[in-house]
């Protein structure tokens, strides 16, 4: 259902940048643009945060409680906005997000064939069979002496998805078999970062890397 009907931001975004960290109105507003025109839909937000908090066992925090307690912001009062007093013109948002997940994996230059296959032939069917969006893998464009960098970009439609897909591969145990021992040891250093981007961004980054190939033999992917 429509939440914010100013920006056309649907209960599924907003449950989507709740479970990407939102934990107010305002954080909200900020991420997605519902409740940031009118400020009439703010205590359908604030439910909505409130029973996805308490179906994830989380406390509302502090601010969340303020902000109800207060009947934030002015516009949700009775009188508001006054006679006269200019509309403010819709903001044009990004409502559609995704969470997307960039990991990075520094490989010894010796095994770095042999993870890239494996990756390719093993890893990317693992997360399609667990209907993971894949975005892109391949080597970094800025190699190094004493590693070779590949990188992983995932996109998933809320943060409790990334969660569920690291239970049902059991952490990393499945993906490590999946790779098999001698190419996931080869790996000396993992990191991972999250960000919110509008389906828009993710869908153009996705089409740059349309028909790239994802062979072994094509190098960068």
């Known amino acids: ?12 975004t907003v449950t989507q940048v709740v479970a990407a960290g939102a934990r107010t109105s305002q954080e909200v507003a900020d991420a997605c643009g519902a409740g940031s025109v009118c400020g009439r839909c703010r205590s359908t937000v604030r439910r909505i945060i409130a029973a996805e908090l308490a179906a994830a066992g989380e406390a509302a925090p502090a601010a969340l409680v303020a902000e109800e307690a207060a009947g934030w912001p002015p516009e949700e009062a009775a009188g508001w906005p006054p006679e006269g007093a200019p509309s403010r013109p ?5 409502w559609r997000t995704r969470l997307v997940e960039v990991r990075t994996y520094a490989v010894r230059p010796a095994d770095a064939e042999r ?17 993971v969006d894949v975005v892109h893998f391949g080597p970094s464009e800025t190699p190094r002496d004493q590693a070779v ?3 992983l970009i995932r996109s998933f439609p809320s943060r409790r998805a990334l969660e569920r897909l690291e239970v049902e591969l059991e952490g990393s145990a499945r993906w490590r078999a999946a790779l098999g021992a001698d190419a996931a040891d080869a790996v000396v ?9 509008p389906v828009d961004a993710v869908d153009g980054l996705r089409s740059r890397l349309r028909g790239a190939d994802f062979t072994p033999e094509a190098g960068t992917v």
């Open 115 to 131: 993870f890239h296959e494996r990756v390719v032939l093993a890893g990317l069917p693992l997360l399609g069979e667990q209907g």
């Open 149 to 151: 960098d590949f990188v």
């Open 1 to 12: 259902m429509y939440v914010c009907l100013c920006t056309g931001v649907n209960s599924e």
């Open 189 to 197: 250093e993992e990191r991972q970062v999250a960000l919110l981007l």
């Open 90 to 94: 819709r903001r044009s948002v990004p």
